[in-house]
């Protein structure tokens, strides 16, 4: 059994920035990719950043420039540093986690309960 515990969303206001962290715990043996989704009212849930296990990065372009993703291995945790941010970036922020809990298994996606972002003056 594999959890993920979002912290770090709050109330912001336009222009701030706020750190968003995702711990794993549980039967874990290897990591895969990481990311980090959001899903406002009315929306479907969308990508917002992936790191894969070599540290490659990919971002949608709304947030090009302004976020930042990264991960520690050793700690089991991705990160998402969020700057400049934007009323349009208000949202619920969820993180996943591709693991395995051993070598001879398939990678599984795991999903946290997510983090409410409001940007707002």
């Known amino acids: 059994q594999v959890q993920l515990v979002e912290s770090g969303g709050g109330l912001v206001q336009p222009g701030g920035s706020l750190r968003l962290s995702c711990a794993a715990s549980g039967s874990i043996f290897d990591i895969g990719a990481m990311g980090w989704y959001r899903q406002s009212p009315g929306k479907q849930r969308s990508v917002v950043a992936s790191?894969?296990?070599?540290?490659?990065?990919n971002y949608a372009d709304s947030v090009k420039g302004r976020f930042t993703i990264s991960r520690d291995n050793a700690k089991k945790m991705v990160y998402l540093q969020m700057n400049s941010l934007k009323p349009e970036d208000t949202a619920v922020y969820s993180c996943?986690?591709?693991?395995?809990?051993?070598?001879?298994?398939?990678?599984?996606?795991?999903w946290g309960q997510g983090t409410q972002v409001t940007v707002s003056s």
């Open positions: 790191i894969t296990s070599s540290g490659r990065t």
């Open positions: 996943n986690m591709a693991a395995r809990p051993d070598a001879r298994s398939a990678f599984y996606m795991h």
